[in-house]
Every structure is written in structure tokens, then in C-alpha cells.
């Protein structure tokens, strides 16, 4: 992570809980002159779109009071969303009873499944598939991605 991304980072990080979210990634695309700020952040309880623009008002006003980025820039914040997958143990709760696709290590090999996640147990993350109920430790979890249900 380079100086500038490093600055934003903690500008978002620290900026975040005032609105109940949290941190998850930062993406810096562009040249200096058309610089894009993507900023992706969650909450353990549905994030509104007011929380949001706050959120990124308040960033935006860091950013401009203490001159980090020269030239011209878009800010985006935003959500992960669904293709991204879940990166902290504390953005799994609020997906309790949606199915997910796994890639996880099961100890003796690296296995892919689709379950649904029944429940969250300190560390470890209860799924059932079709025909059994699996406890995965999260740092076993290679990629977990929430399957989208049109139902």
C-alpha cells in the first residue's frame, strides 16, 4: 500500500464506527490528475445509503482539509457487495440463513462447497449442504461469497 492509500485508510478507518461501519478495502485507481478513491465498508446491521454520503462527506472533508490528494478526484464508498467476498468473521453474522459458496480448508485439502450458513460460534462459522453440518474455523476460509436468491 503506497503513502497516499495508506493516508485515506486511516482517514476511512477512523472515520468509519461514527456511522456503525466498519473498514473492509481501499482501491486507488487513476493518475494524479483523475485520481478514482473507491472505499468499501460494512456494518454488522444493513448499511443505508445516508450512511454512506455521511461517511463520505466526512472522508471528503479530511481529505480536502488536510490536502492529501493534489489535482482532481472522485470518492466513491460504497458496500462490497455481493461479488466480493466476505473478508472479516464480522460480516458473516448478518448473512445467518443465506446460502454461500465456500472454498475452505478442510485440514487434509482445499474443498469447495455451497452451504447455508446456520449460525456463527466465535470463531467458527456453522454451514449445512444437503447432507451434513459443517464447522469451519474462519481462518480456514479461503473465499466465501453470499449466493444471491431470487426466491
Known amino acids: 500500500m503506497n ?15 461514527e456511522f456503525g461501519l466498519f473498514l473492509i478495502d481501499i482501491h486507488l485507481r487513476g493518475n ?3 485520481r478514482i478513491v473507491e472505499i468499501y465498508v460494512d456494518g454488522e446491521k444493513n448499511v443505508s445509503a445516508e450512511n454512506l454520503a455521511e461517511l463520505s462527506r466526512v472522508i471528503n ?11 482532481s478526484y472522485r470518492l466513491d464508498v460504497s458496500t462490497p457487495g455481493v461479488e466480493r ?6 460480516q458473516f453474522p448478518k448473512h445467518i440463513n443465506r446460502k454461500f459458496d465456500l472454498q475452505y480448508n478442510s485440514g487434509k485439502e482445499e474443498l469447495k462447497i455451497k452451504a447455508k450458513l446456520d449460525s456463527v460460534e466465535a470463531d467458527n462459522l456453522i454451514f449445512t449442504t444437503e447432507k451434513n453440518l459443517i464447522r469451519i474455523n474462519f481462518k480456514d476460509i479461503i473465499s466465501a461469497k453470499v449466493l444471491i436468491s431470487f426466491s
Open 3 to 17: 503513502e497516499l492509500a495508506k493516508k485515506i485508510f486511516e482517514i476511512a478507518e477512523k472515520s468509519a464506527p
Open 85 to 90: 467476498p466476505l473478508k472479516f468473521l464480522r
Open 61 to 71: 472533508d479530511q481529505i480536502e482539509e488536510n490536502n492529501i490528494i493534489e489535482g
Open 32 to 34: 494524479d490528475r483523475n
